[in-house]
């Protein structure tokens, strides 16, 4: 029953509720859009925000005490992207771009669905450590890699494909915004952050429901590509999440991360890409589909995580830290 009314409560969320709105927007075909700008603005200040707060608490963590869960986290990049794409050959009988394709979006993160579980954990009053935004910005970048090297560069000019994959990661403003702002919130401290608090504190969850309103519009006009993808894509989008993230909450038990850590790092680890991942992959294995990656990442995986997968991470870890 404590699941069911952690669910509830989810679902009531303004967060959750913005996102619904956004699909259902999208689904009774309403004018209802927002402007490009206003979209790359969000972007900017939810990744910004994300990497000055996670600086800030960064300050007063050592670099042994982040060191495992580093190591942590690129393993888990290292194996989700391989075993995926075994999976995806060998029971979805997936060709090899394909396979590759879904199984770098499944290996790399997402950084709204990280918003949306820090969100998530600040209503239910729970800590958790500084050092997660760090985390996230160190996972979007191995299993894309590990993924379009298991493919074998399906490209004509191979170094031209990879040096221009390897600039998109690096330089993507995903990487810049999280990195600059984590480099940013370090060296200036609790005292510099302090004078820009009133932007990047309490406007975030706003920005942040404001965002999730596009992302059901986004979601909600890839409804129809959903039912394409057919059954076995569709139950990997939903049930591989959940093992991963009960492996990211196992993983985060076993070196000591507490639970609020444990709950985000199983999100990170739960989660799919669906801003750095496409970008990579439309370069590097341009005969892969969309219809099967984005519906698969942005139309099934993410609306659950943020509806559903959330709560149930949650509560995975109280049953797991016996809470």
């Excluded at 390897?166 to 995903?174: I, S």
């Excluded at 970008?279 to 589909?289: E, G, H, M, Q």
């Excluded at 949650?314 to 049953?319: E, F, G, Q, R, S």
Aim: aromatic share 12%.
């Amino acid at each position: 029953m404590e699941i069911f009314s952690e669910l509830s409560q989810t679902f009531f969320s303004p967060m959750v509720l913005a996102f619904l709105l956004g699909v259902i927007a999208a689904v009774v075909r309403s004018s209802l859009k927002f402007p490009e700008g206003l979209y790359i603005g969000l972007t900017i200040y939810l990744l910004f925000a994300i990497g000055l707060k996670g600086g800030l608490k960064l300050s007063d963590v050592s670099f042994f005490d982040i060191l495992v869960p580093f190591l942590l986290a690129i393993l888990f990049c290292i194996l989700t992207p391989i075993w995926c794409y075994a999976l995806l050959r060998k029971f979805g009988k997936m060709d090899t771009p394909n396979a590759a394709a879904i199984a770098a979006h499944y290996g790399c993160v997402s950084a709204v669905t990280f918003s949306a579980a820090i969100g998530y954990l600040d209503t239910q009053k729970v800590e958790y450590e500084g050092y997660m935004p760090a985390l996230l910005a160190i996972m979007e970048i191995p299993a894309i890699i590990v993924a379009l090297f298991i493919a074998g560069r399906h490209s004509t000019d191979k170094n031209s494909s990879m040096k221009k994959i390897l600039h998109e990661l690096l330089t993507g403003k995903g990487t810049i915004l999280l990195l600059g702002g984590i480099c940013i919130g370090l060296l200036t401290g609790k005292d510099g952050y302090e004078k820009v608090a009133p932007l990047f504190d309490a406007p975030f969850t706003g920005a942040l429901t404001l965002f999730l309103l596009d992302a059901g519009i986004v979601a909600g006009k890839k409804l129809s590509e959903t039912f394409k993808a057919g059954f076995f894509l569709v139950a990997f989008a939903i049930l591989v999440p959940i093992i991963h993230g009960f492996l990211g909450i196992v993983g985060a038990y076993a070196i000591g991360m507490s639970m609020g850590g444990a709950v985000v790092f199983g999100t990170l680890t739960a989660s799919a890409s669906y801003i750095a991942a496409p970008s990579a992959v439309r370069i590097a294995l341009p005969s892969a589909s969309p219809s099967y990656y984005l519906t698969m990442a942005l139309a099934i995986t993410f609306p659950f995580n943020v509806t559903l997968g959330i709560p149930i991470y949650y509560n995975m870890a109280k049953w797991i830290y016996g809470v």
